[in-house]
């Protein structure tokens, strides 16, 4: 029985069914929680500090790791390769998830150019699959990257992932073809040797680094070993 002065305002429709009001179980289901920080305010960073960047796709998506949608997030990173103020200047795909290395000289640019990235990114994979829907799944985890130490380590990381999941097994590439590999300078075993992508292949179009962190401060623990495979929780 409800408290004295409730009035119960919902109307039977006509099948008999009361509509109106809140009804046990109605509204979105609860979902759990992912370690992504989803709702916690970003860390801050400066002009000078890259940002290791992950996005993740949801499941019906399949595998990235195809050459139509290698091809869908190459124009992706055409798309916003205009943006001067937040640019990707490493990147690789793997089959769930994406890694960036990015510049920005603040957080609006950073955010402004990964929307940009994420819209144009789901739309041409949407179009590669036929497909309508969300494309990733969560926001963006972004952790900033203050010391030489961490930015080779991150490197390493991203560009060298593929050995990690795996991915190199079968492969007559040295370095991840699903990646910027082919465009990162500082290789200890392809320095002079000479190394070129088949005439077909289209490279990731990713700028040059402008931080010194990522140009040059990195190179104080060493150039990256192509077959260097790393550990880590992505």
Wanted: include cysteine.
């Amino acid at each position: 029985m409800g408290k004295q002065g409730e009035l119960d305002l919902r109307q039977l429709d006509k099948n008999g069914q009361l509509r109106g009001g809140k009804r046990p179980g109605a509204g979105r289901p609860c979902q759990r929680a992912r370690a992504s920080e989803k709702h916690k305010k970003r860390e801050p960073f400066r002009a000078s500090e890259p940002l290791h960047v992950v996005t993740r796709i949801v499941p019906r998506v399949g595998s990235l790791r195809r050459r139509d949608l290698y091809a869908a997030i190459r124009d992706a990173t055409i798309t916003v390769a205009k943006h001067e103020n937040a640019r990707i200047v490493h990147l690789s795909i793997q089959r769930t998830h994406v890694h960036l290395i990015v510049e920005a000289k603040h957080k609006t640019a950073l955010a402004t150019t990964m929307q940009s990235f994420l819209i144009s990114a789901a739309r041409m994979i949407n179009r590669a699959l036929a497909q309508r829907g969300t494309v990733f799944g969560d926001r963006y985890h972004a952790t900033v990257l203050r010391t030489p130490g961490q930015v080779r380590n991150c490197v390493a990381y991203v560009l060298n992932n593929w050995r990690r999941h795996r991915e190199d097994r079968d492969r007559s590439w040295t370095i991840d073809p699903f990646s910027s590999a082919i465009s990162f300078g500082g290789w200890k075993e392809l320095d002079g040797l000479g190394f070129r992508p088949p005439p077909t292949y289209a490279m990731l179009v990713v700028w040059l680094p402008k931080t010194w962190l990522l140009s040059t401060g990195w190179r104080k623990h060493g150039r990256i070993g192509a077959f260097e495979r790393p550990g880590g929780d992505e």
